[in-house]
């Protein structure tokens, strides 16, 4: 965990050079919460939404698909399809960090069973804790959290 918190420092401070220098960043995937390239700990991001069964499930690597430097898995065929037809509104907020740190200005790693949909926009969760904290006042914290999302990444927040 050492080690992925001075990657995640590190790359802050190149992404903020860079962003200073050349403007928005359209996608820094060496912001994201990933392993090996991989998001959501392997589940499947579309599992989470009304289309996908709304219970988040482990996805399969013989069912993968990589958008734009992140590979997610799938739990079925028809899940993956689904996500190809618009990537941007299944992919995890802040990189798949948890959103209470993020509002909080940290970037924690996330327990993928825990989490919020709110609109069309996946939140999660390190802690039962942060989620009810930020169920609180999803859109001061959603704000608060965009912002810090901005500054980290350089992306502008997934609507």
Known sequence: MKFKKWTSV?????LLWSTLAFGQVDRNS??????AGLALKGYDPVSYFAEGGSLPQKGKSS????????????????NRE????????????YGGFCAWAMANGSAIDIIPEIFTINGNRLHLF????????FDR?????????????KS??????RL
């Open 10 to 14: 590190i790359s802050f401070f190149a």
């Open 126 to 133: 390190f802690s039962k804790r942060a989620k009810r904290n």
């Open 30 to 35: 060496a912001a994201y919460n990933l392993e």
């Open 63 to 78: 069912l993968s698909l990589e958008h734009k430097g992140v590979t997610y898995f799938f739990a079925s065929n028809d």
């Open 137 to 149: 006042d999803v859109t001061k914290y959603e704000g608060k959290a965009d912002s810090n999302w």
């Open 152 to 157: 980290l990444s350089g992306e502008s927040p």
């Open 82 to 93: 689904v996500f190809k037809t618009i990537p941007e509104r299944y992919e995890p907020t």
